[in-house]
């Protein structure tokens, strides 16, 4: 019974697993949790079949051990196996833009599929092996099932909240791994005793970097994601989970960096009249936060980030402490607004990691609670992430928006980034313009580019909602289509405003 446990145990810890291994290079989406619960369970199914044959034809306690032992050796070999062969898959699928859902999906199936597979052997044969008498059957495979949840219900909870923040995701895997085999050692025999400690023998393997690279700065693993720093003294650049996109920028000589993070700056001069309580929802390393402590610097801000480590980097790496004005709240956007009293001029919303947006960040009800929490007259700012000629996401985004606020304007600052804004009180195309190059004077290279390139967006015939965002369908046609045109280009910098 006690393989039973450990088996459970061991293929949630995998689960678990896989969602932290595969998160830096396909992102942590309901489409590539989807294909991991989704391989899990089939191979699960599968196992169980195969068990029950094997059981029919070898019902021996060392052909059970022989299974389990095999299973946490793969488990053990998942963490060395995948780095090279993601790294290599990633390399392939990036030649072909398919996304993060076939990526994800093949590597669930090639990693994680087969382990599982052998643990869910374990269930049928230990049945097999304890029904001695028909008229009990029933009591044992309930009782042998219920052992199985429970180390189930250990394996989800223990490496999410304890070992995972603790140890990482290598030494959880290896720690499950070293479980399953010392409780199969028993079954095989002492010959294979050696074996059964290889998996506790390569806890002492220090983890390796997941992407290494020359100007890594920092790298850390957190609860929530994982986060390089790269970059010299001048400059550095914040990476989390897929490792494609840069979330903060930090420059010694100014803060302005030519990315989408310029655009926010944009954002006040269309209040018409001084900003003073600003909300930004996704500060990261606080990138738009020290630079509205010099453009801004009266306006007070509450920066919402829900990874305490990503604020860490931040203070370290990003100069987030360099505006005094900010305070930074741990917490996710959406319950740090609804739990709130404060009221904003402006809400920055930068929240969108590629490649999918959180669907519950993007819905007609979020933008609701957005517009309760501004005062009269202000605004909502997004960053959008968009493919050359090819704008369904942010067009979705913004028609959304439109249906709640009475003037949305869109601006494709960048060929990959769209901002939108939405206005509390509408104004005329001259009052926006004049709004515009009121601003600073510093800034007028970008607020002269947003007053003759803004467009006006309508709203949505079918809006998002908290029940209907097909976030991941929209982003992966975007995808495809983007590749079928064979269109990849390098980012256009935008203007570069005087250094301040």
Known sequence: MLLVFVAGTGSMATEIGASRLLAPYFGSSTIVWANIIGLILASLSLGYVLGGRLADRRP?????GAVV?????LVAAVPFAARPFLD???RALDALSTGAMVGSFFAALILFAPPVTLLGMVTPFAI?????????AGRVAGRVFALSTVGSLL????PALLTIPLIGTQRTLLGAAALIALAAAPLVGRRWLLVALLPAALLAAPPGLIKPRADLVFERESRYQFIQVVGDAGSHYLYLNEGYAVHSEWHADSVLTGGEWDMFLTA???????????????NAGGTTARAFGVYYPTATIDAVEIDP???AAGDAYFGLGDNPQVTVHTADARPFLRGTDERYDLILIDAYRQPYVPFYLATREFFELCRQRLRPGGLVALNISTVPDDHRLAGDIAGTLASVFPQVVTWQALRFNQFVVGLDAPATPAVLRA????GPRALLPLTRLFAADYAVAAPATRPWTDDRAPVEWITDRMIVAYAVRGAVQQEDPLPTAPRP
């Open 60 to 64: 021996s306690s060392p052909v059970l």
């Open 69 to 73: 032992l095999a299973g946490a050796l």
């Open 88 to 90: 290599l898959s990633v």
């Open 128 to 136: 097999r092996l304890a029904v001695t008498d028909v008229a009990v």
């Open 155 to 158: 394996g989800t909870f223990v």
């Open 268 to 282: 006040p001069p269309l209040l018409g009249h001084p900003v003073e309580r600003v909300a930004i929802l996704g």
């Open 309 to 311: 480590a990503v604020t």
């Open 435 to 438: 709004r515009l190059l009121a």
